[in-house]
């Protein structure tokens, strides 16, 4: 089993930047495929972005292409979500989450087996 922490939320002005770290414990984190996805109040947990084990592969949101970089730091059981111009509509919860299954990016959240707590992330205009 392993557990992930996620840090680096808080609050920003429109346009401005975050970066979230999402640290992993355990000895094999270069095993899992890693996500973030967000959830607003009121609505649904959202995919947002997936880096594949060794990282060579990675998935973004349209909501989120060209705005965040999703990367991820084997030797230090860490991945991050860079996000750059920040709008209103990204404030949210954001947890990373793990799949051991997974052979490749997936962009639903049943398919990842274990979360982090989730860290805020507001946005104001």
């Known amino acids: 089993q392993v557990q992930l922490v996620e840090s680096g939320g808080g609050l920003v002005q429109a346009g401005g930047s975050l970066r979230l770290s999402c640290a992993a414990s355990g000895h094999t984190f270069s095993s899992y495929v890693m996500g973030w996805f967000r959830q607003a109040p009121g609505k649904e947990r959202e995919f947002v972005a997936a880096?594949?084990?060794?990282?060579?592969?990675?998935y973004y949101a349209d909501s989120v292409k060209g705005r965040f970089t999703i990367s991820r730091d084997n030797a230090k059981n860490t991945v991050y979500l860079q996000m750059n111009s920040l709008k209103p509509e990204d404030t949210a919860v954001y947890s990373c989450a793990a799949s051991p299954r997974l052979t490749a990016v997936a962009t639903s959240p049943r398919e990842y087996d274990y979360w982090g707590q989730g860290t805020q992330v507001t946005v104001s205009s």
């Open positions: 880096i594949s084990r060794s990282g060579s592969r990675i």
